[in-house]
């Protein structure tokens, strides 16, 4: 069964800093990614997707995430944090399981950038 | 474009009450979703559905009924709540063609089972 874990329950970074969000992945076949990122009181909201081609995908609001085979990971990554991308950050794998389309949803990590 | 709209966004029941949590989507999707949230637990599938009038089970189905009676709509039901049903319920949709795609998530429903 496909699965995602998200090692850290939560990353705090300095606004400026680079900021990293892990995710790892087990998959059988290739797998599709994604990172969805939920602020308070809101749903989930897609963020970037991987799903074949160049290994760095570039998403919304300055996001990356870097696709790695080999680590089976797909880290979700940003240059300079910013006090607003404080929020819960969720990696997905899509699932394809008797015929439909499923989503496994890692734990989650609390992301919080302090000023 | 309101996306995926999901009512009441709040609602305190009492042990053995039963409710209804209504999920619209205008995108015309295929698939849709039920998920509850729980702290330290990432999102949980309950059911789902591949398309009017038909529904499945997902991971934590028991003490849930769905429908589907029109493609917009998916209805989740609690028969008789518990206090461990006490969550944040979210729907999502999906298209079904275009299987590279995220789902859209609605804001959320906010349950409590005293």
């Known amino acids: 069964a496909q699965s995602v874990a998200q090692p850290e329950d939560q990353v705090n970074v300095a606004e400026g800093n680079p900021l990293t969000v892990k995710c790892t992945y087990s998959?059988?076949?290739?797998?599709?990614l994604f990172w969805y990122v939920q602020y308070p009181n809101r749903g989930l909201q897609f963020l970037l997707k991987?799903?074949?081609?160049?290994?760095l995908v570039k998403g919304s609001y300055g996001f990356e995430a870097e696709f790695n085979k080999s680590q089976t990971s797909f880290h979700l990554k940003k240059p300079s944090a910013l006090v607003s991308d404080s929020a819960l950050y969720f990696c997905?794998?899509?699932?394809?399981?008797?015929?439909?389309?499923?989503?496994?949803f890692g734990t989650g990590t609390r992301l919080k950038v302090l000023a | 474009n309101a996306g995926v709209t999901q009512t009441p966004k709040f609602r305190v029941l009492k042990t053995g009450q039963s409710m209804t949590l209504l999920c619209a989507q205008d995108?015309?999707?295929?698939?849709m979703y039920w998920y509850r949230q729980d702290p330290g637990m990432g999102l949980r599938l309950i059911h789902y559905?591949?398309?009017?009038?038909?529904?499945a089970k997902g991971e934590v189905p028991d003490g849930y009924n769905v429908s589907r009676l029109k493609k917009q709509n998916f209805l989740l039901g609690l028969e008789s709540a518990a206090p461990s049903q006490t969550s944040v319920y979210f729907c999502?949709?999906?298209?079904?063609?275009?299987?590279?795609?995220?789902?859209?998530f609605g804001d959320g429903t906010r349950l409590s089972i005293l």
């Open positions: 999502a949709s999906s298209p079904r063609a275009y299987s590279n795609q995220p789902q859209h």
């Open positions: 998959v059988s076949g290739n797998p599709y």
């Open positions: 995108m015309n999707h295929e698939y």
């Open positions: 559905s591949v398309g009017e009038g038909t529904t």
């Open positions: 991987y799903i074949t081609g160049d290994n």
């Open positions: 997905a794998v899509r699932d394809f399981d008797s015929g439909t389309y499923k989503y496994i």
